[in-house]
């Protein structure tokens, strides 16, 4: 579905990332897991066309997307959930869900997925006249999700959902990625809590330094060495 | 130089002021002494105009303010209360003062102020004036206001027209004068400083609030002087008259037409202006002068900001050449208007050559040359800068060979440099630190980690002063950092480095270090501090680099930058704020390898990574934040070993 | 003191501050939407004065009815400045610059054109400027319930676009998040045309107000900033039911003082409000944003 091909990554004439390759198949969940300023954020930036200093090829169902502008890269069916949330703080919580299916694809089906989104977080129904700044941390998480899934995503990207929340929120919020997952989304899902991520994936990429250093199962990721050691930057 | 440049100046002030006596020697009209004092009565304006909003980057709109009290000051001690002219100039320029200060003091000390807002605020000053000074009948009273003749002086340099011509050369001299001394002095540095990055200069021991005040007032005595002589050249004031929009609108063209980065640009863009208007006005076009200088304003601003000087220096034999041969051609030719006519065309055709198309990169050197100084700052001819290969073989990293291979020397513990007490701060409602107790002592190196939001760089900024924590206290060197604004904090001994490098961008690498030695610790002057400056470059490997703009270095050699600036100021502790974001490894390594001598050069170190193993192999102790707490704190082999640290940092399965 | 005076002072005030919220506000969605401070805005106000003046003598109609050519010119002319903004990518002060070079052209040329005398609707055309309303002993004039008429129905018709509408949905993800409101389809240089071009149909109409109701000279497009201002950053940038209640308290506040103090020191009062409100609240003081 998702194909990155030598994909080489700028801020100006800093480089982020070197020669990415990455696959995303149908209804599958990968991980990318891997430290602090590896560059994952600016992997996923990357793809949902947020930044566009690049080199390198994104092939999503076969069609380029690599140079497009961000908002005809959402029509190609990815769908971003972004590192800190980024919801947007002043407009309602159902303004925010209203705004995810601003594509004409999606705005079609505006009504059944916002009762699927409602379904998935009961909470996002009852705050829906809430600005969105005033929800707790968990709750922005969700609202950001639904947000991209009322984009009637077929790739969902999500950027270290984890981050800064309770365990429990956690959990909670992991299961409804497995939901979702069963509804035929893919997921590629970066994260610093490598166990979560792998937890719930059919397949990894280690990212260090700016390269993947390693691919594989959850299974063998954790059996490795290499995760621990540059994610810690210890040997063990 | 400064002094000889003033001489020069002066000298041709001198040469200029014989041009009144010997007008009838020569016999050209009255009309010429009329014209120049014109020219000097803007050049005093927008010289004046730019010490503040050219070298501070503060663009005031309340240019109207300072010379409309000035001419009042004046008009009124004469007509009312029968001063002499002389005696009312420092009450001109220091009436301009006051307001200037009121200004500043409000606007200045504004946490949200930015340039929109500066200029938005200066730009409503005259019309709160305005209606005062037209109400109060002790002053104006809605009936405009006589000035009368300062006959005294007129006689003695022998007619009215002498007499203007004089006092706005006099006064235009002074304004330059100023404006020279300024950008050859500290004042200047610490300008530019504002201007490129305000918080850096902050950061690193400039007192920014006070030059700004000092700018202000500056160009409110200046442009007081100058509304002085405004009211007995024109000898009638109305309050329309002086505090309008036209004023500010004049010195801005001119100043951002000139250029506002060199003490002279303003004057040529003066000089320009007076020059087209009054052909304009010869010809009968004089409804379209205004058209005319909204449309350069426009268009020079998004085409051209560097403005006419910087062209002129990059081009200055073909500008001075179609110049020459313009003016010439029509003196030859004779059948066209008089000597100004042709002067006036000479320099529009002089201005189009000089603004055609020049690449960036010159410009910018050429921008940064003029503020170098360049009899300081070496040949003319900047070599090119060898530029790294963007593509720099990736080095094997192996970090658990590396690992604590070269440990760092054994700290002798001195007395606590930073001591945190219970620290917080929250950003509205969110907890970026929730209660952080820290002592860092002389000569260690604390590695500051922890995953994601944990409040790392919250923290950098509170020791360093960026902002005031919410609760607790900061101590440096054992006193209390309460209230204490950020450049005594770096005369303390904290120096800091930015994540994203924040060179001072229009500066010589060299000057960029050498401006922080002239307001760190131990205040040098600009000649000493450029040369201390090669030894902190030395110390990073940027030697060969010092002649070069921060735009034309790559981002690792800015961060080494940012590094050499910091130390400049002979800081007790420097703050590394992950400065060694988006290097490749080999860079990584060669940046570690200057961490590293810089803290056995004796400085201590708080260094905020995420590298993991580069912070194993540099730290003497570790700190873990989490969620905006310290979660341990250690020795790095211990630390990186609890189970807590492991768990923040890979986090724990659902079923694990 | 009369307590009857200082009513009617208060109320006529207020009123009339509507005519100064309606140049405000399109001058406020700009700055606050699309981060550029159009000072041409105030030409586009003075320029659709004297569109009116022109048009309504020329034809002998009501002033009113020129809007129908006034407002889409306008649109047109806010759109194009726009245009320019976004093709040069400009910087939000020097938008300010820009604009301001703008500014000072066409009021030149509208003196160039009109002259710099005043000018006036013939009396016989404007059926607005003599009548007025009593309610008991307040007498509100026809022309200053027509301002404040218009800014509330544009305020509050704006509010609810911005509010309910997709478009306004929109605008408002943008101001907040750009890049985030991009990577969900939203093509922001449609709409930021859009936006501007509306802000300039507001002009147009404030403008054909403000010659209902005033002798037109150019100096006034100068003349207007500094309460216009005023206007903007106490009624918070963006926000446009501030910006309405922020014109009848402002214009209040100077008629008041104005009566009970002095004429000279109203600019002085409403100048010290902006700064308390940049020192105590920057987001304006009805912003719904928490400080």
């Known amino acids: 579905m998702l194909e990155v091909r030598a994909l080489d990554v700028f801020y100006g004439d800093a480089r982020a990332l070197w020669g990415v390759e990455l696959e995303v198949g149908e209804t599958e969940i990968v991980s990318i897991v891997g430290p602090n300023g590896a560059g994952k954020s600016t992997l996923v930036n990357t793809l949902a066309g947020l930044h566009r200093d690049l080199r390198g090829q994104v092939l999503m169902r076969g069609s380029d997307i690599t140079r497009l502008a961000s908002h005809r890269v959402c029509r190609h069916g990815l769908a971003i959930v972004p590192e800190g949330r980024r919801i947007f703080p002043a407009m309602s919580v159902r303004d925010n869900l209203d705004l995810g299916a601003y594509r004409p694809e999606a705005r079609a089906e505006h009504d059944d997925t916002l009762a699927w989104v409602h379904e998935l977080f009961p909470r996002l129904r009852d705050r829906a006249g809430q600005a969105a700044g005033t929800l707790s941390g968990g709750e922005q998480q969700m609202l950001a999700i639904g947000r991209a899934l009322m984009a009637r995503p077929e790739l969902l990207l999500l950027d270290e959902p984890s981050l800064g929340l309770a365990p429990v929120i956690v959990d909670e919020v992991f299961e409804v990625l497995q939901t979702v997952n069963a509804r035929g989304v893919s997921i590629l899902l970066v994260e610093q809590n490598v166990h979560r991520a792998l937890d719930i994936s059919q397949r990894a990429y280690l990212l260090a330094e700016g390269r993947i250093a390693m691919q594989g199962t959850p299974a063998e990721l954790l059996a490795s060495d290499e995760v621990r050691r540059s994610v810690l930057g210890v040997a063990t | 130089m400064a002094r000889r440049g003033l001489a020069l100046l002066l000298l041709a002030a001198a040469v200029l002021a014989a041009a009144a006596p010997l007008r009838e020697v020569f016999g050209f009209p009255t009309f010429y002494l009329i014209f120049m004092a014109t020219v000097f009565f803007w050049v005093a304006q927008s010289t004046s105009w730019n010490i503040l909003s050219g070298y501070s980057g503060y663009f005031s709109f309340g240019q109207g303010a300072f010379f409309g009290v000035g001419a009042y000051a004046t008009a009124v001690l004469m007509s009312r209360h029968d001063f002499d002219f002389i005696a009312t100039l420092p009450v001109a320029g220091l009436v301009a003062v006051l307001i200037a200060l009121a200004i500043g003091a409000v606007a200045f000390r504004l946490r949200s102020l930015r340039g929109e807002i500066f200029a938005l605020l200066t730009l409503a000053v005259p019309f709160i004036i305005a209606p005062f000074v037209r109400v109060t009948p002790a002053l104006d009273g809605g009936q405009g206001l006589r000035v009368p003749v300062p006959r005294q002086y007129v006689d003695l340099v022998g007619g009215f027209p002498e007499f203007i011509f004089l006092a706005s050369l006099a006064i235009a001299t002074l304004a330059v004068a100023i404006a020279y001394t300024a950008q050859h002095s500290r004042m200047g540095w610490a300008l530019f400083a504002i201007r490129d990055a305000e918080n850096v200069a902050e950061g690193l021991g400039v007192p920014t609030f006070r030059y700004k005040m000092l700018a202000i007032s500056l160009n409110g005595f200046i442009a007081g002087l100058a509304g002085a002589v405004f009211a007995v050249q024109v000898g009638f004031l109305t309050v329309e008259g002086v505090f309008n929009l036209t004023v500010p609108l004049f010195v801005i063209v001119m100043s951002v037409l000139g250029g506002r980065s060199h003490w002279l640009g303003p004057a040529l863009g003066a000089l320009v202006i007076v020059s087209m208007r009054d052909r304009l006005a010869a010809s009968g076009f004089e409804g379209w002068s205004l058209v005319i200088l909204g449309l350069v304003l426009a268009t020079l601003v998004l085409l051209a900001p560097e403005g006419l000087m910087a062209r002129l220096l990059i081009r200055p034999r073909a500008a001075s050449l179609v110049f020459a041969a313009v003016f010439l051609a029509l003196a030859a030719y004779g059948g066209w208007g008089a000597p100004l006519d042709w002067l006036a065309v000479a320099m529009a055709a002089a201005a189009v050559v000089a603004f055609l198309p020049v690449s960036r990169r010159r410009l910018r050197q050429q921008e940064a040359r003029l503020l170098a100084d360049e009899a300081i700052a070496g040949p003319a001819e900047v070599q090119p800068v060898e530029t790294e290969p963007a593509e720099v073989q990736p080095v094997e990293v192996q970090p658990a060979a590396n690992l604590l291979a070269q440990p760092a020397p054994a700290p002798e513990l001195g007395q606590p440099v930073i001591e945190c007490l219970d620290v917080a701060r929250s950003f509205g409602g969110v907890h970026a630190l929730r209660g952080v107790s820290l002592t860092v002592r002389e000569g260690e190196l604390v590695g500051l980690v922890g995953p994601n939001g944990s409040g790392k760089t919250t923290l950098v900024n509170l020791i360093s002063g960026a902002f005031a924590p919410t609760g607790g206290e900061i101590r440096i060197l054992g006193r209390s950092t309460r209230a204490m604004p950020q450049h005594r904090m770096a005369h303390l001994g904290v120096a800091r480095t930015y994540q994203i490098p924040r060179p001072f961008e229009s500066m010589s690498v060299r000057d960029n270090v050498a401006v922080a030695i002239m307001f760190g610790r131990q205040p040098r002057s600009l000649a000493e501090a450029r040369r201390l400056a090669a030894e902190h470059l030395e110390l990073v490997g940027l030697s060969r680099l010092a002649g070069a703009r921060p735009s034309e270095i790559n981002l690792h050699e800015r961060q080494l930058l940012e590094m050499a600036r910091a130390l400049a100021g002979r800081p007790r502790v420097l703050l590394l704020d992950e400065a060694l974001a988006g290097l490749n490894p080999a860079e990584i390594d060669n940046a570690t390898q200057v961490v590293r001598r810089i803290h056995q050069s004796g400085v201590t170190i708080v260094l905020v990574e995420h590298l993991l193993r580069v912070v194993n192999q540099l730290a003497t102790r570790i700190v873990v934040l989490d969620q905006g707490l310290a979660l341990a704190d250690g020795a790095p082999q211990a630390v990186m070993s609890d189970p807590a640290v492991i768990q923040a940092y890979l986090g724990k399965g659902a079923h694990a | ?291």
């Open chain 3, 1 to 291: 003191m009369n307590l009857q005076l200082l009513l009617q002072v208060a109320v006529s005030g207020a009123l009339a501050g509507g005519l100064f919220a309606l140049m405000a506000m399109g001058l406020s969605l700009t700055w606050g939407m699309l981060r550029v401070i159009n000072l041409a805005h105030f030409v586009m106000i003075l320029l659709g004065a004297y569109l009116a003046y022109e048009l309504s003598t020329a034809a002998s109609i009501d002033p009113l009815l020129t809007l129908i050519v006034t407002v889409p010119v306008m649109f047109g002319a806010g759109a194009a400045i726009q245009w320019l903004f976004q093709a040069s990518r400009i910087s939000e002060f020097n938008s300010l610059l820009v604009s301001f070079g703008i500014l000072i052209v066409v009021v030149q040329l509208i003196t160039n054109y009109w002259t710099a005398d005043f000018r006036q609707l013939e009396a016989n055309l404007n059926p607005y400027v003599r009548q007025s309303l009593r309610l008991g002993e307040l007498v509100l004039p026809l022309h200053h319930l027509l301002g404040f008429g218009f800014a509330t129905g544009i305020s509050v018709g704006g509010y609810l676009i911005l509010e309910r509408t997709v478009i306004g949905r929109a605008l408002r993800a943008f101001a907040q998040d750009p890049a985030i409101a991009a990577a969900f389809g939203i093509d922001h240089n449609r709409l930021a045309l859009l936006l501007a071009g509306a802000a300039g149909g507001t002009a147009a109409v404030a403008g054909t107000l403000w010659a209902i109701g005033n002798p037109l000279t150019p100096a006034q497009g100068f003349e207007w900033i500094g309460v216009v201002f005023a206007i903007v950053i106490i009624g918070g940038i963006g926000n446009v039911l501030g910006t309405l209640v922020a014109g009848a308290l402002v214009l209040a506040l100077y008629s008041v003082v104005s009566l009970v103090w002095s004429p000279s020191v109203a600019p002085l009062v409403v100048f010290s409000a902006i700064v308390v409100t940049l020192v105590l609240r920057p987001q304006g003081l009805f912003s719904r944003r928490g400080s």
